[in-house]
């Protein structure tokens, strides 16, 4: 399965706490099926104290399924769907709505 969300891609989420909200991808883990996006998917998270650093609760953003997120079109702003096409001999990522070639 090919990937269609890389990293520093504009994502929408389309399910879940933070449905309709955007951000940008931080982080993909091809083998999980799961990508981390800035700022959304935030969870709280208890770290142990270690050596002369004190305990603390931090929030952080976990990581989702990537069959939540949907890939906007820098065009439009409009979540799209991408069709991978061989363009000049490489691979590259074009938005249906658009047309426009988002690598």
Known sequence: MGLW???GDTVLI???KD???TGKVLLVMPEAKKAVVEGLNMITKHVKAAG???GRIEK???AMPMERLR???PESGKPTRVRHLVVEGKKVRVAV?????MD
């Open 52 to 54: 002369n650093a004190e």
């Open 60 to 62: 952080r953003e976990a």
């Open 71 to 73: 890939l906007v079109d």
């Open 19 to 21: 449905r309709g909200q």
């Open 14 to 16: 389309a399910r879940g």
């Open 97 to 101: 709505k658009s047309g426009k070639v």
């Open 5 to 7: 969300i890389k990293k």
